[in-house]
């Protein structure tokens, strides 16, 4: 029986091969959910060309819906329990007493997240954390864990115990100001020349060009300085990574120590009950009842999957106006003249549907659709009609998957990785619709990061004159490979495929051997290969002395955009700077 299983399992991922042409991945984390989804593969298939038979059949939304509605997925929903919550809570004490305590906070969360809501076991935890946290000095959200202590049904013989360390918690809170300090740092970013009177995020000497082949864009109307601040816009919407540590906000991404979990689900935790009641009336409502069968069960990529179900959420109004975004999806697929798409400045309002069509507005949206988005509309839909009341009439099915399909056109293009600052893990996908105007190039004429605040920043990177346009890379630039001269260990070139282009090319470098530094930018990089303004000035020899877009030029707008979001290391800052040139000795 184990064999002809297995034998069923080996044909099922031959034929979703040969269906989605990709290969099945089981995730490591679920494979016993992921064998299962081979099994259920074969049986979906089976009855798709039961319903259209023949070869070479090009199915559509509607044969994946029916399909569906035959063999409708199961909600494998991870359910909250004691026993979870106790386990997760031994091993953090077990931490604590080994003197890791910051492992010990991630752990008494992840208790949190699985324990059942307003009970002695979330109590308990919620005092250890709180523990953990006084030995970390991180004396207000130990104070803040107290609160919420006194307020559940904690033992009455151990009040007094934690009474006494929030006591101490006060006496010893450090009342820094550094905080304060980066906020004023970062309120004067500015704009250069001020903000555009119809788009407030870009500079208001950018033009919004309409053009028939290439839609909306950006083109300079005057000169353009490097390091001339173009674009600060703030995100439109934000997934977490699930796979993280619990140390963030799943709702504003603030990083934090004490978190709060959903009363409901075991996956999203927030920062404070106003991002907890906001989260759920925004999106989590209709999220929370099928996101862990999305984790669990699906062998697509789930941060995919969640960036387009909270597309779906926000843009619709968790469902409201499915109609009207349907009606303006149809008017963007009758009109393949873009100029005849009337641009408007509330295309780029705070979570509106103009917002979420604009982002569309620049894409092919009558390109054909793969299987694999068919596939992953009609699921998703299917699990909003079976298990959420998004779906307001059953003849609202084929209207979310359809929206669906449009949405899967963001995803590849349309989202941004955001790291912390001194950190180097992914950890959210944001969404910005104003890159919707700035046309994708491997080689361009900026340079792209995030601050402290989340809001993404676009700097020139080179002189912009009038009528250039502003191009920027979808993706940052990693080395694929690198040839690097046996004798020298100074790199040759850079090869590199752009998933974006689907393209591979080689970066040129400059065959002189070093590159000319004054010595006292040399000390200064030196000390820190990251310092800004130094960079800023060897960006600018390099511009004068070689071609604009060789690998030494590539390789300082990188080191610009790590010194930017402060997730640097100093050794590797040496050595990308060695091979390129500058240093004539590692230092």
């Known amino acids: 029986m184990e064999k002809a299983t297995r034998a069923r399992q080996e044909v099922s991922a031959k034929i979703f ?24 593969w074969y049986d979906f298939y089976s009855t798709l060309k039961e319903i259209r038979p023949g070869k070479n059949q090009d199915y559509t939304i509607t044969d994946f ?64 954390r709180s523990a953990a946290l006084y030995r970390l000095k991180a004396y ?62 870009i500079s208001k000497e950018i033009d919004i060009v309409q053009t028939c082949q290439e839609g909306l864009k950006l083109v300079a109307k005057t000169d353009f300085d490097p390091g001339d601040v173009l674009i600060i816009a703030k ?20 990083p934090s120590l004490c978190l709060i979990p959903c009363d409901y689900c075991c996956e999203d935790v927030y920062c404070s009950t106003e991002c907890r009641i906001r989260a759920y009336k925004k999106y989590h409502r209709i999220e929370c009842k099928i996101q862990s069968t999305l984790a669990a069960s699906f062998p697509m990529d789930l941060r995919a999957l969640l960036y387009q ?12 106006n499915l109609k009207a975004i349907l009606d303006d999806l149809k008017e963007i697929d009758d009109n393949s003249d873009s100029e005849k798409l009337e641009f408007t400045d509330e295309q780029f309002a705070p979570n509106s549907r103009q917002a979420f069509l604009n982002m569309l507005k620049n894409k092919n949206s009558k390109a054909k659709h793969n299987y694999i988005s068919l596939f ?24 979310v998957a359809e929206i669906m399909t449009k949405i899967n056109k963001i995803w590849p293009w349309n989202h941004f990785g955001i790291m912390y600052h001194g950190e180097k893990r992914i950890k959210a996908r944001a969404a910005f619709p104003i890159l919707g105007l700035v046309q994708h190039a491997c ?19 080179l002189f912009i004159r009038p009528g250039d346009e502003i191009l920027h890379d979808y ?24 998933s974006k282009c689907d393209k591979s090319f080689s970066y040129p470098i400059e065959r002189q051997p070093n590159i000319k530094v004054d010595k006292r930018l040399l000390v200064i990089l030196e000390k820190n290969p990251f310092n800004i303004e130094a960079l800023w000035k060897l960006l600018n020899i390099v511009r004068r002395s070689q071609q604009p877009f060789t690998l030494q030029t590539q390789v300082v707008k990188i080191l610009l955009t790590e010194g930017y979001e402060q997730r640097f290391d100093i050794a590797i800052g040496h050595m990308n700077l060695y091979m390129l040139g500058v240093f004539e000795n590692m230092p």
């Open 17 to 40: 091969k040969e269906f989605f042409n990709i290969p099945f991945l089981p995730k490591s984390s679920h494979i016993d959910d992921s064998m299962q989804f081979l099994d259920y």
């Open 65 to 128: 819906l029916a399909v569906f509605e035959i063999l409708p997925p199961e909600l494998d929903e991870l359910k909250k329990c004691e026993f979870l919550g106790d386990t997760f809570r031994d091993e953090a004490n077990y931490d604590f007493a080994s003197g890791r305590y910051r492992d010990a906070v991630v752990s008494y969360t992840r208790s949190l997240m699985t324990a059942p809501a307003n009970t002695e076991c979330i109590a308990m935890t919620y005092a250890n």
């Open 140 to 201: 207000a959200e130990c104070i803040s864990d107290i609160e919420r202590v006194l307020d559940l049904p904690y033992p009455d013989d151990l009040r007094q115990k934690i009474i006494t360390r929030k006591e101490e918690a006060e006496k010893n809170m450090n009342n820094s100001c550094a905080e304060d300090k980066v906020e004023a740092i970062e309120d004067e970013l500015q704009l250069a020349y001020g903000p555009n009177a119809k788009v407030p995020e």
């Open 235 to 254: 995100r439109q919407l934000a997934v977490a990574e699930y796979d993280q540590d619990p140390t963030y906000c799943h709702d504003c991404l603030k």
């Open 309 to 320: 179900l909270r597309c779906l959420n926000i843009f619709t109004k968790q469902g409201a």
């Open 376 to 399: 992953e509309a009609a699921y998703i839909a299917t699990l909003l009609k079976n298990h959420t009341n998004f779906l307001q009439k059953n003849s609202d099915l084929p209207v």
């Open 443 to 461: 080689v361009n004429n900026t340079i792209t990061y995030l601050d402290k605040k989340g809001r993404i920043v676009i700097r020139a990177s």
């Open 475 to 498: 993706q940052q630039l990693h080395y694929t490979f690198q040839e690097m001269s046996s004798k020298s260990g100074r790199l040759v070139q850079c090869r590199r495929h752009c």
